[in-house]
T-cell receptor
Framework: EAGVAQSPRYKIIEKRQSVAFWCNPI?????LYWYQQILGQGPKLLIQ????????DSQLPKDRFSAERLKGVDSTLKIQPAKLEDSAVYLC??????????FGSGTRLTVV | DQQVKQNSPSLSVQEGRISILNCDYT??????FLWYKKYPAEGPTFLIS?????DKNEDGRFTVFLNKSAKHLSLHIVPSQPGDSAVYFC????????????FGSGTQLTVLP
């Protein structure tokens, strides 16, 4: 079974620029999550999708972050404009039933 | 408001000995708990879980204990191996909600040869 695919692996941008991350979950996994992990902290949920609908985006900074999962499969997370404090690893994860969430390798974003 | 806390940022253990990683939670709605292991430049990988209806779950060298009255869980690794060196995250979820995981801040385990 293929895992959760994410790209790019690394991205360096200047503050106020925009950036987008892509995620393809495990086939058949209806639930998709985006997490933000700042160095030294645990992953923090940004948004949760069920198929192509948003279940929870209460912790997504909507003035600069947006996410979509138009066809209920892959998803993109965008930041515009980026701030220095957005430097983090962005993790995509998926789940099919049960409790176990499977993570991708993440995208490490550095904002300079 | 940290609902899941891992108070030890780091732990060093000798190879072959027991590693004990601790986790505390505050939200009484949490009814399942997972441990994840994370190597550098990789995403967290699932290790072991426990439901609130149990107080112990074992899988090979890994055992998780849950003390609901104290809102505390621990992960025991025995015997510890150098390949176990990683960051370990405790995570909690509620089956009555959207099934989201709330993570602790992690513990860096170093197993010394």
């Amino acid at each position: 079974e293929a895992g959760v695919a994410q790209s790019p692996r690394y991205k360096i941008i200047e503050k106020r620029q925009s950036v987008a991350f892509w995620c393809n979950p495990i086939s058949g996994h209806a639930t998709l999550y985006w997490y933000q992990q700042i160095l030294g902290q645990g992953p923090k949920l940004l948004i949760q999708f069920q198929n192509n609908g948003v279940v929870d985006d209460s912790q997504l900074p909507k003035d600069r972050f947006s996410a979509e999962r138009l066809k209920g499969v892959d998803s993109t997370l965008k930041i515009q404009p980026a701030k220095l404090e957005d430097s983090a690893v962005y993790l995509c994860a998926s789940r099919v039933g049960g409790t176990v969430v499977t993570f991708g390798s993440g995208t490490r974003l550095t904002v300079v | 408001d940290q609902q899941v806390k891992q108070n030890s940022p780091s732990l060093s253990v000798q190879e072959g000995r027991i590693s004990i990683l601790n986790c505390d939670y505050t939200n009484s709605m949490f009814d399942y708990f997972l441990w994840y292991k994370k190597y550098p430049a990789e995403g967290p990988t699932f290790l072991i879980s426990i439901s609130s209806i149990k107080d112990k779950n074992e899988d090979g060298r890994f055992t998780v204990f849950l003390n609901k009255s104290a809102k505390h869980l621990s992960l025991h690794i025995v015997p510890s191996q150098p390949g176990d060196s990683a960051v370990y995250f405790c995570a909690a979820g509620s089956s009555g909600s959207a099934r989201q995981l709330t993570f602790g801040s992690g513990t860096q385990l170093t197993v010394l040869p």
